[in-house]
């Protein structure tokens, strides 16, 4: 069992950044695959990011390659997202979700995947 809490969202320009955390309860952190996901309003809830439980390659969504960065720290039980060069679409709610099994990369974006789950944070960019 596993708990997760999001921090880090907030209102931001056009352009700017913010670096987003999670923080997960458990001693068992490091066993975890941890994922990012967001929902904007009218929207279904989409991956953004995944990275194993060693780290290794992240897997990132097409819409935030080269933008986004998920990193994680065993030590302090906390995955990131660090988020540079926001766009008015990036308008979400993020999720940390987490999953005691191996994904395959190509799954990395199914939700049923991963049982557990924040209860997210609110992103808004500013034109």
């Known amino acids: 069992q596993v708990q997760l809490v999001e921090s880090g969202g907030g209102l931001v320009q056009a352009g700017g950044s913010l670096r987003l955390s999670c923080a997960a309860s458990g001693r068992t952190f490091s066993s975890y695959t941890m994922a990012w996901f967001r929902q904007a309003p009218g929207q279904d809830r989409e991956f953004v990011a995944a990275i194993y439980r060693s780290g290794g390659i992240p897997n990132y969504a097409d819409s935030v390659k080269g933008r986004f960065t998920i990193s994680r720290d065993n030590a302090k039980n906390t995955v990131y997202l660090q988020m540079n060069s926001l766009e008015t679409e990036d308008t979400a709610v993020y999720y940390c979700?987490?999953?005691?099994?191996?994904?395959?990369?190509?799954?990395?974006?199914?939700?049923?995947?991963?049982?557990?789950w924040g209860q997210g944070t609110q992103v808004t960019v500013s034109s």
């Open positions: 979700a987490a999953s005691f099994g191996y994904i395959i990369v190509q799954a990395m974006g199914q939700l049923h995947l991963y049982p557990y």
